[in-house]
């Protein structure tokens, strides 16, 4: 009788030990740009799975507006998105931003990922941006590529009443310049480099310039954060560790980008990955939270947005600092954060 009933609670542990180890099932989502694919790298290398996690990814959206739709119909768990998680908080979404997808721990300016592109017989002139004055020109009004713009006129001396803004979703960029239904547009990676080769004439105004500190973070209903931190570190562990993959294989990270991003070809990619890595850096650290509130700051001057909310209260480091700390190895190529970036105990952002 004791040897069965051993017997049987050796089993009913066994059966415990299995299930514990099975992967926890995941729906995370992502935008269809080239400093999105962490998420993908992190599927098909198999990082997700080594940390736990069994991932199935939503279909990549057009927008992070779209991203967020879809995680507030319960579609997903994470997202990652840059602006258009203010308008969300501003909605009424109790968003937090976990850790970064693209940006800067270390620097206050991260753009390389965005380009100006103009067509041929627009009047514009390659790296003279005062030349866009009186111009018509395509973004995704908020978000990054809308934040890009306007700091490219903020450095021109211009301001948005000089041009005429036109609300474009990112794909559909390519075919309204070669329409000439607008003079350029403003865009992240790869559109920039995709209309550099399928519309005849058209030619790059100027990549990057370090104009705005690139908003990018995987982003979270609190209430599932609140429930599922341990889950929160185990997808900024795999993401985290997919980042170093692709900062060391950016070719390689090219291929997979092409078989999740419509209509991606290899030559496209592989142009935009080498912007990519230099953004590539899931951390936090008071740069990210300064950058929010840039954003914020600046979208609420122009009267895009009517309010603004507490950075602090819709950041969460917990998790990201829990692997920094977990796994320093997986940020080791990195430049460090300095000191007076840091985010340490007691932390509050004042702007």
């Known amino acids: ?86 308008g969300a908080v501003l909605r009424g979404m109790d968003l937090v931003a976990l850790g970064n997808f693209s940006g800067s721990t270390t620097k206050a300016g991260s753009d390389a990922t965005m380009a100006l592109v103009a067509r041929e017989g627009s009047g514009i002139v390659a790296g003279d941006l005062k030349t866009l004055k009186g111009k018509k020109i395509a973004t995704s009004f908020g978000t990054i590529n809308h934040l890009y713009i306007l700091g490219l006129l903020q450095k021109a001396g211009l301001t948005p009443a000089d041009v005429a803004l036109v609300n474009t979703p990112p794909p559909d960029m390519t075919v309204a310049l070669l329409a000439k239904g607008v003079d350029a547009f403003a865009g992240w990676d790869p559109w920039p480099i995709i209309a550099q080769k399928d519309v005849p004439g058209a030619f790059q105004v100027i990549r990057g310039g370090d104009v705005i500190s690139y908003i990018g973070f995987a982003v979270a209903l609190r209430s599932w954060v609140d429930a599922h931190l341990g889950l929160a570190e185990k997808f900024l562990a795999a993401t985290s560790e997919a980042d170093q993959w692709m900062r060391k294989n950016p070719k390689q990270a090219a291929g997979i980008g092409t078989r999740w991003i419509p209509g991606l070809k290899r030559d496209v990619a592989e142009a935009a990955m080498q912007f ?76």
């Not at 040897?3 to 030990?17: E, I």
């Not at 600046?298 to 947005?305: C, E, M, R, S, Y």
Request: aromatic share 6%; net charge neutral; glycine share 4%.
């Open 1 to 86: 009788m004791i040897r069965r009933l051993v017997t049987a609670a050796a089993l009913a542990l066994s059966v415990v030990c299995a299930r514990a180890d099975e992967p926890v099932k995941m729906n995370v989502g992502m935008v269809s740009a080239i400093d999105m694919l962490a998420i993908p790298v992190a599927l098909e290398r198999g990082f997700f799975e080594k940390h736990g996690l069994d991932v199935t990814i939503a279909r990549p959206y057009p927008t992070g507006v779209d991203a967020l739709n879809a995680l507030q119909a319960g579609e997903t768990d994470i997202v990652q998105v840059g602006v258009p998680m203010i």
């Open 276 to 351: 990519n890595v230099q953004q590539l850096d899931r951390r936090l650290s008071r740069n990210n939270y300064r950058a929010l509130w840039t954003a914020e700051d600046t979208l609420a001057k122009l009267g895009t947005i009517k309010s603004t909310f507490d950075v602090n209260k819709h950041v969460d480091p917990r998790p990201i600092l829990a692997v920094m700390k977990a796994h320093p190895e997986l940020f080791s190529d990195l430049p460090p954060i300095p000191d007076d970036l840091a985010i340490k105990p007691g932390f509050v952002f004042q702007p």
